[in-house]
């Protein structure tokens, strides 16, 4: 986690991290409105500098971006200035700040490895309204034409001692409330 911490960093993460396509902040909105039938609030959890926050405020009346890091939530709120964006340094894994049913849709944008999951999995059964929906997604990683290089790639990535991304884009997780 200290991989995250320092201004400098956030300012470096800002500027040289991927952003993703746009066409798939159209999916989500899409997805969720198939859920609670309303774009009214999203919170996008573990946002880092807001890059993975920003492109929601297209579609939702109220973004919330929120990451443990208060560098990465210092870089988000001098970055980002819109109406219907907030940012707000919070663990994933307690979302004391938002009532019960009050959320039409949580995204966690390439941090769901870093998250605590049996407690955020339940702040999110309480923050989402019935039918709201949950969005884990993130990069994909690369392949070589090496198959021997590929597997020292595969095992580095699981065990972490490796870090490597790309613009590979896959969502791991798509979950809805029942309605
Ligand atoms: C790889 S960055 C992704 C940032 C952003 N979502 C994006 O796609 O650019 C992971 C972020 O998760 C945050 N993070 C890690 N553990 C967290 C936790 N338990 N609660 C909230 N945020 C966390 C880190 O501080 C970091 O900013």
Known sequence: MELFVGSEHSETYQKYRPTYPPAMYDFIAEYCKTGTGSLGSAVDVGCGTGLSTLPMCKYFQSVIGTDVIETQINTAQTTHR???????????????????????????????????????????????RPGGSLVVYGYGIGTLDNSDADKIIDKASLTGEVYIDSLFLVFTNIYQEQS
């Open 82 to 128: 819109q109406s219907n964006l907030s940012f707000c340094t919070s663990k994933a894994e307690s979302f004391a700040f938002l009532s019960d049913c009050s959320v039409d849709l949580v995204t966690v944008a390439q941090a769901m490895h870093w998250i605590e999951q049996e407690p955020f999995y339940r702040e999110v059964k309480r923050i989402l």
